[in-house]
């Protein structure tokens, strides 16, 4: 039996609480949070890969990566609110974190040489890696919007085997996404 899926707002709050410290005087025989891996895929059923220092969105098949992405709560922005929650987002390994950077003017997302867990550590709000990950109407997607570059979001082109970027929501680019998280 399939278990059922949950929604993203549901996968947030779960990140979020398996990261909380525990409290004081509470004896913890549990190793250091490591990232948590999630499979994200757009609306069109394309796939967030990172391969090596590319970014591209795809359709899996059985050739496909694995196209896990490192999740961790940047906890120095926390939750906005019910609906939204700061992350940051990386390759498998936590070794790149994603990254909105200007370049000529225009925000560019891009895979930088920061470990993923020290950002998490460092407890500071890294706006440039940061994510708000914002669940979507339909409760069921959610899109991933640049903290340090508001209303730009994390997008895929409608068409296959085309980088990922960011964009703001309402053109071509798809901007809402599915994720589930991975054992």
């Known amino acids: 039996m399939m278990k059922p899926h949950k929604t993203v707002q549901q996968e947030m709050d779960d990140l979020f609480n398996h990261f909380k410290k525990p409290r004081p005087g509470t004896v913890v025989n549990e190793k250091l949070p490591s990232p948590w891996y999630f499979k994200i895929w757009d609306i069109n059923q394309k ?35 019910e609906r939204t ?48 990950c914002k669940t979507a109407s339909g409760k069921e997607t959610g899109s991933f919007e640049s903290v340090a570059f508001p209303g730009w979001f994390l997008s895929t082109s409608p068409e296959p085997n085309k980088p990922i970027g960011l964009s703001q929501q309402g053109g071509a680019e798809i901007t809402e996404f599915f994720m589930e998280k991975t054992n």
């Open 47 to 81: 796939y967030l890969l990172l391969v090596g220092d590319r970014l591209l969105s795809a359709p899996r098949n059985s050739n496909s990566p694995a196209g896990l992405i490192a999740v961790v709560p940047n906890e120095a922005i926390g939750k906005k609110d």
């Open 85 to 132: 929650s700061a992350i940051f987002m990386g390759n498998e390994n936590g070794q790149l974190t994603l990254s909105c950077e200007e370049v000529g003017g225009q925000p560019q997302l891009k895979l930088m040489g920061e470990n993923i867990m020290d950002l998490y550590n460092k407890k500071q709000e890294f706006k440039n890696f940061s994510f708000l």
